[in-house]
Structures are given as structure tokens and as C-alpha cells.
Nanobody
Framework: QVQLVESGGSLVQPGGSLRLSCATSRSVSSINAMAWYRQAPGKQRELVARITSVGMTNYADSVKGRFTISIDNAKNTVYLQMNSLKPEDTAVYYC????????????WGQGTQVTVSS
């Protein structure tokens, strides 16, 4: 079992920055992959960024060069640094953890709202 608690969502102006945090209930190093997803109103949930236990990362094309996913093993926390935010980044952001053989166990946080608007 893995509990995930997100924080850091807020209202921010276009061009601004925000850092989301996801605190995990167990050692991040024991989790195969951590990711951030987002879901905008009326749209499907989409992958934003993923980081594996060996540090490999991948990003959605729409956020490459603007967002960075990272891990602090000492704090068992995953971050999503978001820069140059755009109105289309507005969504509920969810933290996700995958564990087990074949990444068969899936865990989700409750989500945190990010609104980009002037």
C-alpha cells in the first residue's frame, strides 16, 4: 500500500511558476515509478511527467522544457516544478505511484487544483 498526498496547487498568472509536492507513505526508492497526471474539465486524464526508480524521466510534449519532475529520497517526496505556465495547464493534478511486477499496483492521490489565469 502507498498513500499519496499532493499539495502546492494554486491560482497563478500566465507565465508564472508553481511547484507541486507529493508526499508518499513509504520510501520512494521502493516504488517502481512515480508520475504526475492532470485532468482538465471535460477532458481525459493525461500523463504529464514520469520518473522511474532509476531516475529515467519522460514528459508530455506539451510540457517539455517547462516542467521538471524530481524526487527527494530523504523526504519521500516527488515534485513537479512548473514554469512558464499557460492557461491550458489549468487542471487537477494527480500524483501516481506504480509498484509490483509489471507495475500492476496503481495508487493515486486526491489531486490538487492548478488554475492559470490573469
Amino acid at each position: 500500500q502507498v498513500q499519496l498526498v499532493e499539495s502546492g496547487g494554486s491560482l497563478v498568472q500566465p507565465g508564472g511558476s508553481l511547484r507541486l509536492s507529493c508526499a508518499t507513505s513509504r520510501s520512494v526508492s521502493s516504488i517502481n515509478a512515480m508520475a504526475w497526471y492532470r485532468q482538465a474539465p471535460g477532458k481525459q486524464r493525461e500523463l504529464v511527467a514520469r520518473i522511474t526508480s532509476v531516475g529515467m524521466t519522460n514528459y508530455a510534449d506539451s510540457v517539455k522544457g517547462r516542467f521538471t519532475i524530481s524526487i527527494d529520497n530523504a523526504k519521500n517526496t516527488v515534485y513537479l516544478q512548473m514554469n512558464s505556465l499557460k492557461p491550458e495547464d489549468t487542471a487537477v493534478y494527480y500524483c501516481n505511484a506504480k509498484t509490483g511486477i509489471g507495475l500492476r499496483y496503481d495508487y493515486w492521490g486526491q489531486g490538487t487544483q492548478v488554475t492559470v489565469s490573469s
